[in-house]
């Protein structure tokens, strides 16, 4: 069973595509929202994708350039 308030935190940083996306799914899996954290510039095409075909809402949360944050929810 989920927990509807539970927000895993997913940090994906140093870790290339397809890892960031593996990772989000696996976490989808046990709890309904991830913040996610990854520095892979392909990382928010690859999360965006997964999510679309999951219909997952994901918000980019994005700070700086370097570092992407995605807060997904079912």
């Given at each position: 069973m989920t927990n509807d308030t539970a927000v895993r935190l997913v940090d994906a940083r140093g870790m290339r595509c397809p890892w960031p996306a593996l990772r989000l799914a696996r976490?989808?899996?046990e709890v309904e929202a991830v913040?996610?954290?990854a520095d892979d510039p392909n990382a928010g095409r690859e999360i965006a994708a997964l999510a679309a075909g999951h219909g997952w809402?994901?918000?980019d949360e994005s700070a700086d350039a370097g570092e992407g944050r995605w807060r997904v929810r079912r």
């Open positions: 976490a989808m899996r913040l996610l954290i809402a994901v918000t």
